[in-house]
């Protein structure tokens, strides 16, 4: 199994060191032919603007959509958790509309407002950085929770794609990690 890790801006490093951490083998995904070499995609936290603006530029954004409507597994953090919500309040970027929750970005602050915390999840306690995180503000019936912090949803999923508005790669907790490549396998 070889995870691709989307890296054209953003913590993709930080990805790739979870995954070297549980032994399973990545590469850098920047063309459209390593995309052809994956069995699962993670669109890392940056800044979703410059992402979305690449993927447009490259040509990278339709063909992973066309990838995900046949089944490829995504897990988006934070910016790629704003990439691939289907809404984005006040946002007329790019976006991959692959999950049915509405976001809205720097919702818990600026970058002085970051934080660490525990979170409780489906598939155990979870420790994770929020850094300008974005909240999700409504999902849709075909949406799934799977961790929340006080009342806000913060990791969800719907089909094959996993979204969190957290940063499990910053803290190097390496359980989210695993629920997805549970979902490739
Ligand atoms: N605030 C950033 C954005 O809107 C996301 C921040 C992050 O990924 N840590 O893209």
Do not use: W
């Amino acid at each position: 199994m070889i995870i691709g890790i989307l890296a054209l801006q953003g913590d993709f490093a930080e990805h790739k060191e979870i995954l070297d951490k549980l032994k399973v083998e990545s590469i850098l995904v920047k063309t459209k032919e390593d995309l052809e070499k994956i069995n699962g995609l993670i669109i890392p936290g940056g800044e979703s603007t410059a992402i979305g603006l690449l993927l447009e530029k490259t040509g990278l954004g339709k063909q992973i959509i066309s990838k995900a409507k046949k089944g490829l597994v995504i897990f988006g953090t934070c910016a790629g958790a704003i990439l691939l919500s289907k809404k984005v309040l006040g946002k007329k970027e790019f976006s991959f509309a692959l999950i049915d929750t509405v976001i809205e970005r720097n919702s818990f602050g600026r970058q002085n407002d970051s934080f660490e915390e525990k979170i409780k999840t489906s598939f155990g306690e979870i420790s994770v950085s929020f850094i300008r995180a974005p909240k999700i503000k409504s999902i849709g019936k075909k949406v799934q929770v799977l961790g929340k912090l006080k009342n806000e949803i913060v990791i969800a999923k719907q089909k094959n794609i996993l979204i969190a508005t957290c940063h499990p790669e910053i803290t190097l907790d390496t359980k989210l990690h695993e629920y997805f490549l549970k979902m490739i396998r």
